[in-house]
């Protein structure tokens, strides 16, 4: 199982408590993951309280997993 986080901390701030979670299970998305989280966060951006987004693979056997590497940190 992979999880990623995406925190819309900045570097050069102290680190803040989070205000917003949200955790989304991904099964044999390959096609959908990287739209889903780029428009969650285009949606997030900018906004004044703080928030982590927590992908989930849930057992895929295609490349779910794959794309979800390239947007973890």
Request: hydrophobic share 40%; no cysteine; net charge negative.
């Amino acid at each position: 199982m992979l999880s990623g986080m995406f925190q819309n901390q900045v570097l050069d701030e102290t680190p803040k408590k989070i205000m917003f979670s949200l955790v989304i299970p991904f099964f044999n998305e390959e096609k959908n993951v990287g739209f889903v989280l780029e428009e969650l966060l285009e949606e997030l951006s900018g906004k004044d309280f703080t928030y982590e987004i927590i992908a989930v693979n849930n057992g895929s056997t295609d490349r779910t997993s794959s794309v979800l590497r390239k947007y973890s940190n």
